[in-house]
């Protein structure tokens, strides 16, 4: 079995609140990437996929609590020193945020803020060779005319070509893993469909492992091989692609994959009704009870263990195939 390229294990993330206590906003997470492989990361806002990748990368405000083990490439990460984690973030491990716009530095041109990027890790490298490759990465991203838009500003760009622009900014370094934080997000379908076969194809050609952060299950369909399905803090599902979505076990999971329009739809879009949990007011037991239509006596009382179901992992008592609570 191949080593795994990222391997975080009971990872705890706590704010503290204004009144002095904490709250934990990650609540002892395990996940695992293989090299050259996809994993999505699936919730709605606030069920802590994004914090738990800007824990390792220490992206965090100071002051937060950061507990368990995120090792990249057998390398512990987290209470890793500054200066260490600086060589790591940017080169090792790219990221692609999900708002390029604000991402980007307005007055500074695409190439130059490449350029930066590249120097920054090669001290050896010139600042016209790193241009050149800033120009190379365009054209590997499939942005017309690289020599003349890397001289150009980031509102200059449509939000589809700035996103390119991001991933060819966190790809200046050929890192071996790539974060991408909601990617497609501010990008409407047409745009989003063609981000999503561009990082498909650098997947392929590069072999590069990632990790893709979105709300949207349809959005990992056709690239993930692992999902993650995360509610409140905790991974509530967790399988190969395939059985995440014919075999699903958790009614969260369900949830999610009913609100994905379809042409069936007919206008009718479906919700999971009610709002996901405050860190500082989560109800006991299952954290998902008070919006889940099979919640039970147990529901409201234990909190379940992600434990294995069918093809999936699955933190539930009474997970999709079953009607007898899982003890
Ligand atoms: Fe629903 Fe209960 Fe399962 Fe939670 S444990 S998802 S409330 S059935």
Same mark, same amino acid.
């Given at each position: 079995?191949?080593?795994?390229?990222?391997?975080?294990?009971?990872?705890?993330?706590?704010?503290?609140?204004?009144?002095?206590?904490?709250?934990?906003?990650?609540?002892?997470?395990?996940?695992?990437?293989?090299?050259?492989?996809?994993?999505?990361?699936?919730?709605?806002?606030? /069920?802590?996929?994004?914090?738990?990748?800007?824990?390792?990368? !220490?992206?965090?405000?100071?002051?937060?609590?950061?507990?368990?083990?995120?090792?990249?490439?057998?390398?512990?990460?987290?209470?890793?020193?500054?200066?260490?984690?600086?060589?790591?973030?940017?080169?090792?491990?790219?990221?692609?945020?999900?708002?390029?716009?604000?991402?980007?530095?307005?007055?500074?041109?695409?190439?130059?803020?490449?350029?930066?990027?590249?120097?920054?890790?090669?001290?050896?490298?010139?600042?016209?060779?790193?241009?050149?490759?800033?120009?190379?990465?365009?054209?590997?991203?499939?942005?017309?005319?690289?020599?003349?838009?890397?001289?150009? &500003?980031?509102?200059?760009?449509?939000?589809?070509?700035?996103?390119?622009?991001?991933?060819?900014?966190?790809?200046?370094?050929?890192?071996?893993?790539?974060?991408?934080?909601?990617?497609?997000?501010?990008?409407?379908?047409?745009?989003?469909?063609? $981000?999503?076969?561009?990082?498909?194809?650098?997947?392929?050609?590069?072999?590069?492992?990632?990790?893709?952060?979105?709300?949207?299950?349809?959005?990992?369909?056709?690239?993930?091989?692992?999902?993650?399905?995360?509610?409140?803090?905790?991974?509530?599902?967790?399988?190969?692609?395939?059985?995440?979505?014919? !075999?699903?076990?958790?009614? &969260?999971?369900?949830?999610?994959?009913?609100?994905?329009?379809?042409?069936?739809?007919?206008?009718?879009?479906?919700?999971?009704?009610?709002?996901?949990?405050?860190?500082?007011?989560?109800?006991?037991?299952? /954290?998902?009870?008070?919006?889940?239509?099979?919640?039970?006596?147990?529901?409201? $009382?234990?909190?379940?263990?992600?434990?294995?179901?069918?093809?999936?992992?699955?933190?539930?008592?009474?997970?999709?195939?079953?009607?007898?609570?899982?003890?």
């Amino acid at each position: 079995m191949t080593a795994p390229l990222l391997d975080i294990r009971d990872l705890r993330i706590s704010f503290r609140g204004r009144d002095g206590t904490w709250a934990e906003a990650l609540c002892g997470i395990d996940l695992s990437l293989e090299p050259g492989k996809v994993l999505g990361i699936v919730g709605e806002s606030g /069920s802590g996929k994004s914090i738990a990748m800007m824990a390792f990368l !220490q992206l965090l405000p100071r002051g937060t609590r950061v507990e368990g083990s995120a090792r990249f490439r057998g390398e512990e990460l987290i209470g890793m020193a500054p200066a260490r984690i600086r060589r790591i973030r940017g080169k090792a491990i790219g990221c692609i945020f999900q708002d390029p716009l604000s991402a980007f530095n307005p007055v500074k041109t695409l190439g130059a803020q490449i350029v930066e990027a590249i120097t920054l890790h090669d001290r050896a490298i010139s600042n016209r060779a790193a241009l050149k490759e800033a120009e190379r990465l365009f054209e590997l991203v499939a942005i017309p005319q690289p020599a003349r838009r890397v001289r150009q &500003y980031p509102h200059e760009f449509s939000g589809g070509m700035r996103q390119r622009a991001m991933i060819a900014m966190a790809l200046a370094n050929r890192p071996d893993l790539l974060i991408a934080d909601e990617p497609t997000t501010a990008l409407d379908v047409t745009v989003q469909a063609q $981000i999503l076969e561009l990082l498909a194809d650098l997947r392929r050609e590069l072999g590069i492992g990632m990790v893709l952060i979105t709300h949207d299950l349809g959005v990992v369909a056709g690239i993930a091989d692992e999902i993650a399905v995360m509610y409140g803090g905790s991974v509530v599902e967790r399988g190969a692609t395939d059985p995440i979505f014919y !075999q699903t076990s958790h009614p &969260y999971t369900a949830g999610l994959i009913g609100a994905v329009p379809t042409l069936d739809s007919r206008g009718t879009l479906q919700q999971i009704e009610g709002t996901p949990p405050s860190i500082f007011s989560r109800p006991p037991g299952c /954290s998902f009870h008070p919006r889940c239509p099979r919640a039970g006596a147990p529901c409201r $009382i234990e909190t379940p263990c992600l434990l294995p179901q069918g093809d999936t992992a699955c933190a539930c008592h009474f997970p999709l195939s079953r009607l007898e609570p899982v003890t």
